[in-house]
């Protein structure tokens, strides 16, 4: 497997973590935790700044995309701690952030630079 198979298979896995993330947020409102609208898109709205750059395999967007992680880990570790009916959605969240931030280091890693 040459360095550009590599990088494109772990852009992606990225993409698609991603994704996930975002579908795990979108449903928190419908879960019957009590997690609210206005929660829920401060978690989820920065999520898709980085999506154009991670879809066309820019470096420097796999830089910078893990900053807008933060508000969602905040949150969900926030829920998991205070809310014992959105524990198990936060968690779940909590899992793919962790997941999705991984991949993007991993991405980082093997992706060619081109500095």
Same mark, same amino acid.
């Given at each position: ?30 879960t019957g ?12 709205l ?7 750059? $991670? #879809?066309?395999?820019?470096? =420097? *967007?796999?830089?910078?995309?893990? %900053?807008? &992680?933060?508000? +969602?880990?905040?949150? !969900?570790?926030?829920?998991? $701690? #205070?809310?014992?009916?959105? =524990? *198990?959605?936060?968690?779940?969240t %909590?899992? &793919?952030?962790? +997941?999705?931030?991984? !991949?993007?280091?991993?991405? $980082? ?7």
């Amino acid at each position: 497997m040459t360095i550009n198979e590599r990088a494109a298979r772990t852009r992606r896995i990225v993409i698609c973590l991603w994704m996930l993330l975002v579908v795990s947020i979108v449903v928190w409102p419908f879960t019957g935790g009590g997690i609210g609208l206005a929660t829920t898109a401060i978690a989820l709205l920065p999520l898709f700044l980085p999506l154009p750059g $991670l #879809v066309h395999g820019e470096r =420097r *967007t796999l830089r910078w995309s893990p %900053l807008t &992680l933060a508000p +969602a880990l905040a949150l !969900a570790l926030t829920e998991i $701690l #205070v809310n014992a009916p959105a =524990r *198990t959605p936060a968690i779940l969240t %909590l899992a &793919l952030i962790l +997941a999705a931030f991984a !991949a993007t280091i991993a991405a $980082l890693r093997v992706s060619p630079r081109s500095d």
